[in-house]
């Protein structure tokens, strides 16, 4: 029996009178990395965003229902602390063009003012960026600004400025679309190696990426959890009609 | 119908161009009148006695700007103190809320207050501050020059702002920090260059201007650091001088355009060159 | 669950932080939102005050005269007898020659710069040149103005037959219009390169020269903002100071011809408004100073709203 990280219990988002998300419930797996699936606009991206509380940060968006994160209603709790224990990974890379690789890595806590000493940072900093894969090829230029990395390294750095926070989660949301087949498999096979250490929720509209990758996934339609269940099971025989459709690449 | 002959069209179209660059390099002639004139003339009167030495009254020889110096950076530097907080300030509201009333009606007023004339501004100054207190004074010079600067300041701080994507917002928020903090230690150090640029450019502005300054900063024979009385500076000293009777203040004059001009221009030069060093790649 | 070293490692961080007293920022989101609003809403105040200002202090001048101020062309301090019309005249003399003379470059300067030069060493070079003239300060100019071209002007006046001053409107213009150069000139250069390309080729493609695809595409095109670049200018020139009071003459009674001394709104103020005395010179002078906000402001927000219309479009 999986434990659950994330429980979302009939969770509906708007903007304004538009609704993009329906009752959606579903429970999230520790340590186990799920992928969320579906076409484009089906509402996939504004289901994580809520999860860390940033979709209510447009003017305009609603949310109703709850989301728990080991028992807390994250809804009840400072959006703050919520993004603290989540983090979150975009489509396009980006790191603090101003700031060092090793500021980048430490800025969720130099830019929170929460003070450390030196050699602590330091630790932080090597811990997340071998976690991310990425110590060996910066370890020498770590007061180098970042923008000479290539897109996966700086993705990677991504990665390791969200791990640095010690999140429960990690919100994925497409990390590998804006880069090459090379990059995409190193962030793959680095997906992989961090479920141990996080839960990771991760939205893609690749699906032969979501069947390499996936312990569990969920697929959205039109803002509603059409199906959710073990990867091999919903990709080699998907229960739902629309899933099935979609899986064929009936649409897109 | 008649046209015109081929040949007739190819030779307008040659005479025409010639005309437009004939024209476009006479419109840079004075530029170079101008700098070789004050040069030649001003060059003569500068040195070390020139720069440091107050003012002598008429008739006597020699002489200097050292006040008009002072001043003139004493009044940069209370414009600057009040222009600049309150720039930025208002310069975040504008980029931070693109639509909107408040905002809208705030970007008209910065608009209009960049065309008022710098003498009304003067005029106000006079109203506000030489009325109140009774007395010339650095303070209502400085607060002229800074009602100058603001919306200069503004609209650089509205527009650098602008362009910095959202991701960067986005990157910063994600790991739980506050929207102030983003704002002040995500955002401006991104935008640094161009507040720089925007800030330096008014302060280029600022520096050569007489008209807010005729009746609020007065001017004085005297070394000031009083912000409190009245204070000379390089442009009211120039104006003074150069209207004067007096052939040997005439003199004095050139060499005060020569420093203003170099101050100038090299506050210019220095713009360009600190805006290439300092600006983000995103 | 596999255990590992790096992952235990983790753990402890994380509880760590979960734990660890997050400091709450010393400034709230909504303070900081109120606090830059109030900097908007500032803004709005000072310009709201800088008008009653001058209003409240040129009451006893509007009180005094009525609207006849603005056509009456006594200006005596000692009978305290003030009127507007010289200065108008002087100002609208001034600003309209000085805006002809400039036109004569500045259009040249755009179209050489928006089209015949747009990129290279020539075309940063003249840019460069432009973006100096605009730096020089005002009382520059004057001075100048005063002892290389009034002299000048003064040996045309004798070979023309007019009294000799050397300063007046014609010289006031002259130095005013080479001020305003470079105002009209970036934003027509601005306009001009906007100018779809495909437009061009097309006419260039159906056998036009380049003079006529100027004359017939181009300037058409940008013409509302090469008229908003010129009313920014006119603005400029209106309001215009230091230069002007230095060369204009400073007489207070309507000049008779482009070679008569005078004076313009901006000059007088300059000129009379430490030495003036009584309450009713000085409300007088801050009346003239209210016109020209006011005149100064409607040009300025014209020719910026044509901008903007031209902007969203091109």
């Given amino acids: 029996m999986e434990s659950t990280v994330l429980k979302i219990e009939k969770f509906s988002a708007f903007f304004g009178e538009n609704q993009v998300l329906k009752e959606v419930s579903l429970s999230v797996p520790q340590n186990r990395i799920t992928a969320i699936m579906g076409p484009s606009g089906c509402g996939k991206t504004t289901l994580i965003r809520c999860i860390n509380r940033m979709h209510e940060l447009i003017p305009g968006a609603r949310v109703s229902g709850k989301i728990f994160l080991d028992q807390e209603d994250i809804y009840a709790t400072d959006p703050i602390i919520v993004r603290r224990q989540i983090g979150m ?47 060996e090829e910066v370890k020498g230029a770590l007061y180098r600004r970042g923008t000479f990395l290539s897109g996966g390294q700086q993705q990677r750095l991504c990665i390791a400025r969200a791990l640095a926070m010690g999140p429960a989660v990690l919100l994925l949301d497409e990390p590998t679309s804006a880069l090459d087949p090379k990059a995409t498999s190193h962030i793959e096979e680095l997906i992989v190696q961090l479920k141990d250490t996080v839960s990771i929720v991760l939205v893609t509209h690749n699906m032969a990426q979501a069947a390499r990758v996936s312990d569990f996934a969920a697929f959205v339609y039109l803002g509603e959890l059409v199906e959710f269940g073990p990867s091999g099971k919903m990709f080699t025989a998907p229960r739902d009609k ?4 979609y899986l064929m690449g009936k649409f897109g | ?75 940069i530097g209370i414009a600057t103190a009040f222009s600049v907080p309150v720039g930025i300030l208002a310069g975040i509201f504008l980029s931070e809320n693109r639509k909107g009333k408040l905002a809208s009606l705030t970007r008209l007023c910065v608009e209009t207050l960049q065309g008022v004339p710098s003498i009304v501004i003067g005029i106000i100054a006079y109203i506000w501050l030489v009325v109140s207190m009774g007395s010339f004074s650095a303070l209502s010079g400085g607060l002229a020059l800074g009602l100058m600067m603001l919306p200069v300041i503004i609209t650089a701080t509205e ?124 | 669950m596999k255990m590992n070293h790096s992952k235990a490692e983790f753990l402890v961080l994380r509880s760590k932080t979960k734990t660890m007293r997050w400091r709450k920022p010393a400034l709230s989101e909504s303070s900081f939102r109120k606090i830059l609003s109030i900097a908007g809403v500032f803004i709005l105040l000072l310009l709201v005050a800088i008008f009653f200002s001058l209003v409240i202090a040129s009451f006893p001048s509007i009180w005094n005269f009525g609207i006849r101020f603005l056509f009456s062309s006594t200006w005596d301090p000692v009978k305290s007898e003030f009127g507007a019309f010289p200065f108008l005249v002087g100002t609208l003399a001034t600003s309209f020659l000085a805006l002809v003379i400039s036109v004569v470059f500045s259009i040249p300067i755009s179209i050489f710069l928006g089209e015949y030069s747009a990129q290279g060493s020539t075309a940063t070079f003249i840019k460069s040149m432009i973006e100096l003239l605009a730096g020089v300060p005002s009382v520059i100019y004057g001075f100048c103005g005063l002892f290389l071209l009034a002299p000048l002007v003064r040996i045309l006046e004798m070979k023309l037959g007019v009294a000799p001053y050397g300063v007046g409107i014609f010289t006031a213009s002259l130095v005013l219009s080479i001020m305003i150069i470079p105002y009209s000139a970036s934003i027509g250069r601005e306009v001009i390169s906007l100018v779809p390309s495909d437009l061009k080729e097309a006419a260039l493609s159906l056998g036009a020269t380049r003079f006529e695809v100027i004359r017939k595409v181009i300037l058409p095109y ?16 209106l309001g215009e100071t230091m ?27 300059a000129n009379e408004f430490t030495e003036a005395t009584g309450s009713l010179y000085l409300a007088s002078l801050i009346e003239l100073g209210l016109v020209l906000f006011i005149v100064s402001a409607i040009i300025n927000l014209i020719g910026k709203l044509i901008i903007r219309r031209m902007g969203v479009e091109g």
């Avoid at chain 2, 702002?161 to 002040?184: F, Q």
């Fill in chain 1, 89 to 135: 990974v975009f489509q396009k890379p980006n790191p603090f063009p101003m700031m060092s690789i090793y500021d980048n890595v430490i800025a969720g806590y130099n830019l929170n003012g929460i003070r450390l000493a030196k050699d602590e940072k330091d630790r932080i900093v090597e811990e997340s960026l071998r976690k991310a894969a990425l110590w």
């Fill in chain 1, 242 to 245: 629309r899933t099935e459709a």
């Fill in chain 2, 1 to 75: 119908m008649k046209e015109p002959s081929i040949r007739r069209r190819i030779i307008y179209d040659k005479v025409f161009k010639i005309i437009i660059i004939l024209l476009t390099f006479c419109s840079i002639l004075p530029m170079f009148f101008i700098f070789f004139f004050i040069t030649s003339k001003g060059i003569s009167v500068t040195n070390w006695k020139f720069l440091t030495q107050l003012p002598k009254p008429v008739g006597e020889i020699g002489g200097g700007i050292s006040n008009a110096i002072i001043g003139t950076f004493m009044l």
């Fill in chain 2, 159 to 282: 527009q650098t702002l602008k362009l910095i994507p959202g991701s960067l917002k986005e990157a910063s928020l994600a790991l739980g920090v506050s929207y102030p903090r983003t704002i002040l230690k995500v955002i401006l150090p991104a935008g640094v260059s161009g507040i720089v640029t925007g800030v330096l450019l008014s302060i280029a502005r600022v520096a050569g201007e007489t008209a807010p300054l005729l009746f609020t900063a007065f001017g004085s024979p005297f070394m000031n650091l009083n912000v409190l009385k009245p204070i000379n500076s390089l442009p009211l000293m120039i104006f003074n001088y150069a209207t004067s009777p007096y052939p040997e203040w005439h003199t004095l004059a050139w060499g005060a355009s020569f420093i203003l001009i170099i101050l100038v221009l090299g506050l210019n030069l220095f713009t360009k060159v600190v805006t290439k060093r300092w600006k983000v790649q995103f």
């Fill in chain 3, 222 to 237: 940008a013409g509302s903002g090469i008229v908003a670049g010129i009313l920014l200018s006119l603005g400029r020139a």
């Fill in chain 3, 243 to 269: 230069a002007v009071t230095m060369v204009i003459g400073n007489t207070n009674f309507i000049p008779k011809s482009i070679f008569s001394p005078a004076n313009t709104l901006a000059s007088v103020i």
